[in-house]
């Protein structure tokens, strides 16, 4: 089948399987997988006009829904962080693309820095996992999909919920939540100011703010994975919607360039993402925690690898 915008010819079938086997697993850590995505429409199908990032963003517009659905189904999406993280994102894709076209036409040293940022994360990451703190930590959720708590601890209503989520505070400077018989606390404007930090990366180059978020939400604020996913999701979500909304305005701008995405095979991406997203949270809460935060590590090496090559 050909694509006009991306000029190119691959199976109709390709794109959505492709789709649905990378964000399959990187979906789990609260990652759409855009960003294996992306290097595979450049050195696979040979589409490298500037249209590519926008039909990548065109991805995670359709596809992520399938798994914020699935998270919210469980009980596991955390409201308040999910604003926290888009009202912060937002105005930095603004803010990152702006930066972009005006002051960064050749931004090397400061891809640079962003590459030792995420080589510390995933480093955290990986120190974790090869030397963790405690021991006996089990997983969260049983063989049936419930979490280990107690019922004694909860009311009847709450342990019955799939996830056993229950939030303590929402205000404008803390949000609290009980999840597997711990309390979380993080403070909003942090939660607000590394998202804002995050989509201004995301506009400044493109990447999907989950891959970032995600890392730090567990690294640094020591939240649980089976909690961050669907907030991570949802950030991402909104970024790409900026983003795609951007590369459509000014495409007219450059008639002799191809800017604006290739819908169709931005669609059939997100067809095979929006399964795959939707399953891998599905199946999530059946995967050890431990291997979870593997597919995050991996998931913020890979773009530091590639910015320091780059």
């Known amino acids: 089948m050909h694509f006009v915008v991306a000029d190119i010819d691959v199976a109709i079938w390709v794109p959505p399987v492709t789709a649905f086997c990378i964000s399959f697993f990187t979906s789990m850590g609260g990652v759409s997988g855009a960003f294996l995505l992306l290097p595979f429409q450049v050195s696979v199908l040979g589409f490298s006009s500037p249209s590519v990032s926008a039909t990548n963003q065109l991805y995670n517009i359709v596809a992520i829904p399938g798994g914020v659905f699935r998270y919210f189904r469980e009980g596991r999406m955390v409201w308040p962080l999910t604003a926290a993280v888009v009202v912060g994102t937002l105005p930095g894709v603004v803010t990152g693309t702006l930066i972009r076209v005006k002051y960064l036409p050749d931004p090397r040293s400061f891809k640079l820095f962003v590459a030792v940022v995420l080589f510390y994360i995933g480093g955290t990451l990986v120190k974790d996992l090869v030397w963790p703190k405690s021991k006996g930590a089990g997983p969260v959720f049983k063989k049936q999909g419930r979490p280990d708590l107690s019922k ?11 996830a056993g989520l229950i939030m303590r505070n929402c205000g404008l400077f803390h949000i609290s939540f009980d999840f597997n018989g711990k309390t979380f606390d993080v403070r909003t404007p942090t939660i607000m100011l590394l998202c804002l930090i995050v989509g201004i990366i995301g506009g400044i180059y493109g990447i999907g703010g989950g891959s970032i978020v995600a890392p730090f939400f567990v690294t640094i604020f020591g939240l649980p ?8 999701l949802m950030g991402t979500f909104v970024t790409s919607v900026a983003s795609v909304i951007t590369y459509q305005v000014i495409a007219p701008y450059y008639p002799g360039m191809a800017v604006a995405p290739d819908w169709l095979l931005g669609l059939l991406f997100g067809v095979g993402g929006f399964a795959g997203i939707y399953c891998g949270a599905r199946m999530q809460k059946f995967v050890p925690a431990k291997a979870i935060k593997w597919v995050l590590a991996f998931c913020v090496f890979v773009p530091a690898i590639r910015y320091v090559l780059g």
Request: net charge neutral; hydrophobic share 35%.
């Open 152 to 162: 004694s601890d909860l009311s009847k209503k709450e342990a019955c919920t799939g």
């Open 225 to 232: 994975v089976y909690v961050i996913a669907g907030p991570a």
